[in-house]
């Protein structure tokens, strides 16, 4: 069973940054294909990014340029470096990993972006 725990959410001025970690536990992450997902009030889940194990990543086209994702494998983390952030980015921000025929989703964190 895969555990995902994310951190780093909260409350960040327009323009500012953040850094979103998510901690697995149960299985290495260098294995899985990691990614993240908002959630906007009365939206639907979005996807942001993914990492697979070989490394290559993909990126939605509404953050491809100002978000980075990472992997410490060292660390089983998975980073979200979020950088330029816009009012409309507010959202939950949700860890996800897929492992062969299964999918594993975190908790999830709160970014705020107002001034």
């Known amino acids: 069973q895969v555990q995902l725990v994310e951190s780093g959410g909260g409350l960040v001025q327009p323009g500012g940054s953040l850094r979103l970690s998510c901690t697995a536990s149960g299985t290495s992450v260098s294995i899985l294909t990691m990614g993240w997902y908002r959630q906007a009030p009365g939206k639907q889940r979005e996807f942001l990014v993914v990492?697979?194990?070989?490394?290559?990543?993909n990126y939605g086209d509404s953050v491809k340029e100002r978000f980075t994702i990472s992997r410490d494998n060292a660390r089983n983390t998975v980073y979200l470096r979020m950088n330029s952030l816009k009012p409309e980015d507010t959202a939950v921000y949700f860890c996800?990993?897929?492992?062969?025929?299964?999918?594993?989703w975190g908790q999830g964190t709160q970014v705020t972006v107002s001034s």
């Open positions: 996800n990993a897929r492992y062969l025929d299964k999918e594993y």
């Open positions: 990492v697979f194990s070989d490394g290559d990543t």
